[in-house]
Every structure is written in structure tokens, then in C-alpha cells.
């Protein structure tokens, strides 16, 4: 009798597949793994193909999938080929878990966490890109609710959905640090009210700013850089190279309360963290440049 042929009882392969006799025999009581015959005395037997079968069942549950779902997968296989296909499948996927895995305990022993933190930290790491995908959705949908999607800005709504499809096989450190951080950051009641203010106030802006953006990047970002005062004569210089000399003081408050009300760490934040989880180079902060640019409107309004 060759090994296709050879027939084992449900002792034989748990010694062989290293599985309790009493889990292969209820995987068998439920067909998931059904027995191939029965021995003249009436007990189970079962061939080579039942073996691979079974290795594929424990490689499903050890990764979370019910004895539904198992099963279902399993009717979707063949002969021992086809079962062998869809386990290296499987341990691909609990390969790629063990990963993350080790990413988060690498960086929980770098950051010297806490017990919460190490728990959230894995519980993020685990989900899968649709679980992660639908945290981000759920986050813009409440923040772009009702607005016109030809509104000025509601196109920002598309790329703040933009996740990576899944995160790296190995991430780094600092991929799981991103991914936690923006997890939380979208998850503050706080940011949340702030983006929808910000995004309300995009759609409903009758004008387009009286500022020129890369001139407040480049002068009020080197004022902020070299520490100059906004309130200072220095400052108002800068200002006026910005603003010019002539702009009204009602002006310079209105510019000041636009400028505020769409600059946000947080919100220049949640771009770095994209950015990082997809693997972009990082790009300068322009917070700073129009944080002091604010304040030295109002110093000097």
C-alpha cells in the first residue's frame, strides 16, 4: 500500500499531526475534517489528504477564523494540492501577523510603555486593512457630513481617506508608532470637532485668502525660525513684507481669525502620520510660519 493509499486511525493522527484525539474527532463529528472509511470494527480512518486537511484547520483557527468559516474555506478545496495552496496562504497571513507582532513589542520595549499602551498598541497592529480603513472612513465621514462634494476643499475629504492598503510585513517602529498615533488622533472627540469646524468654514469661505500662503512660508517661517517677536518692530517689518503696510486694522484682525481658524497641529500632524505609514519622505512644518504670522497680525492690528 503506497502513502495515498495508507488509511489512519484518529490515534495515528493525532500522534502524526500532534493535535488531541478528542479535537480531531470533533472536527470529524462536524465534518470539517470527515473520515475517509470505517475498519471492519467500526472505527474512523482516514488517508493522507485528511492529514493536510488538518494542518489547514489549526492554521485557520490559531488565526482567529470560526469552524463557519473554516469550513467554508475547505469547501472551496480540492485534492491535497489544492489544500496545500490555501495553507501556505494561510501561514502567509499569520506570518505577516507575527510580524506586526514583533514590531510592537520591539517598539513598547523602545518606548518603555505602559500596560494600556501595549495593549492598544497590539490591538491596532492586529486589525486588518478593512478594520483599519473603516476607522479612518467613519472619521471623515463625520468630519465632511453634508457637505457639497464640489465644495471648496471637500476634495480634501478623498486624500485624508487615503490609508496604505496594508501596513508593511515588517514595519517599522516608527510605522506602529504612526499607526497608533493616528488611531488616537482620530479617535479625540476634540480633533474631530476641529476638522469639521475647519472643513464647514472651507465650504461656506466666500474668498480666497488676501495672504499670499508661500509668502507667509517664507518670511513669517524664517521670523519663527530666528525667534523674532511678532510684536516687535522687527516683526512688524516682517508683517509688512507680507501683508504690506497699508492693510486696515479690521483687515489684519479678519486675516488673523482665517489664518487661525484653518492652522492645527494636530491636523499638519495627522499628514505626517500619513505620511509616514506610507513610507513618504517628511516634509517642513508650516504651522510655525502661520501660527506667528497670526500673531503678529493681531500685535500689529
Known amino acids: 500500500m503506497?502513502?495515498?493509499e495508507e488509511l489512519f486511525t484518529i490515534g495515528q493522527l493525532a500522534r502524526r499531526t500532534g493535535l488531541p484525539v478528542r479535537t480531531i474527532r470533533f472536527w470529524s463529528d462536524i465534518d470539517v475534517v470527515p473520515p475517509t472509511g470505517r475498519s471492519t470494527g467500526g472505527y474512523r480512518l482516514y488517508d493522507v489528504e485528511a492529514v493536510a486537511r488538518l494542518d489547514l484547520v489549526r492554521t485557520l483557527r490559531e488565526l482567529g477564523l470560526d469552524l463557519e468559516t473554516v469550513r467554508s474555506v475547505l469547501a472551496r478545496q480540492g485534492g491535497v494540492a489544492d489544500v496545500a495552496r490555501a495553507h501556505a496562504e494561510a501561514l502567509d497571513a499569520e506570518i505577516r501577523i507575527l510580524r506586526l507582532r514583533r514590531a510592537v513589542l520591539r517598539s513598547v520595549a523602545r518606548r518603555g510603555s505602559t500596560i494600556e499602551e501595549m495593549r492598544l498598541m497590539?490591538?491596532?497592529a492586529r486589525l486588518s486593512a478593512e478594520e483599519r480603513q473603516r476607522i479612518i472612513d467613519e472619521f471623515v465621514d463625520g468630519a465632511f457630513a453634508g457637505l457639497p462634494a464640489d465644495a471648496p476643499g471637500a476634495g480634501i475629504a478623498g486624500a485624508m481617506r487615503q490609508l496604505p492598503a496594508e501596513l508593511p510585513d515588517d514595519p517599522t517602529d516608527e510605522q506602529v508608532d504612526a499607526w497608533v498615533e493616528l488611531a488616537t488622533l482620530v479617535g479625540d472627540e476634540d480633533f474631530k470637532r476641529r476638522v469639521r469646524e475647519m472643513a464647514t468654514a472651507g465650504a461656506a469661505a466666500e474668498q480666497s485668502p488676501s495672504y499670499d500662503a508661500v509668502s507667509v512660508?517664507?518670511?513669517?517661517?524664517?521670523a519663527a525660525e530666528a525667534g523674532i517677536d511678532p510684536a516687535s518692530a522687527e516683526g512688524r517689518a516682517v508683517l509688512e513684507r507680507i501683508a504690506g503696510a497699508d492693510a486696515p486694522?479690521?483687515?489684519r484682525v479678519r486675516m488673523a481669525e482665517q489664518v487661525e481658524l484653518f492652522t492645527d497641529r494636530r491636523v499638519e500632524r495627522y499628514w505626517e502620520l500619513m505620511g509616514v505609514l506610507h513610507g513618504r519622505p517628511p516634509f517642513p512644518s508650516q504651522v510655525a510660519a502661520f501660527e506667528w504670522f497670526a500673531a503678529a497680525l493681531r500685535a500689529h492690528a
Request: glycine share 6%; aromatic share 0%; charged share 25%.
Open 122 to 124: 497590539n490591538e491596532m
Open 249 to 251: 486694522a479690521a483687515e
Open 2 to 4: 503506497n502513502d495515498h
Open 217 to 222: 512660508t517664507e518670511h513669517a517661517g524664517a
